[in-house]
């Protein structure tokens, strides 16, 4: 029996559980459009990892991603009405961790 069947749910949690996906998604409910690079400064990540971690949240249709033919090339990414639906969850996270105490190690 898989994680998936047992628990229907953890195809989420395994998405959200990755490293930086739920930063991506409150930058860019913070502000939105935002580019490629804007991101990478802010979370201070490997742009390998924030590549997949962006694929990764188009690809489940949390993010858009819109390339603009222009030179330089232009990509901006923003959150889909999915990934807006994810924010009162989100906040719901915050709110649980700080009643807590959660702290990061």
């Known amino acids: ?14 998405l959200l559980g990755k490293k930086h996906t739920l930063t991506i998604i409150w930058l860019l409910q913070q502000e939105s459009p935002r580019r490629f690079n804007e991101m990478r400064r802010d979370l201070d ?15 489940e249709g949390i993010i858009d991603r819109r390339a603009f033919a222009e030179v330089p090339p232009r990509v901006e990414y923003g959150l889909t009405a999915k990934g807006t639906e994810l924010l009162p969850v989100i906040d719901q996270l915050c709110a649980w961790s700080k009643r807590h105490e959660i702290r990061t190690a």
């Not at 994680?3 to 749910?9: D, G, K, Q, T």
């Not at 990540?45 to 690809?59: D, F, H, I, K, Y």
Request: charged content about 15%; proline content about 7%.
């Open 45 to 59: 990540v490997n742009p390998v990892t924030l590549s997949q971690r962006l694929t990764e949240l188009e690809s």
């Open 1 to 14: 029996m898989t994680s998936n069947s047992c628990c229907p749910h953890m195809r989420t949690m395994d």
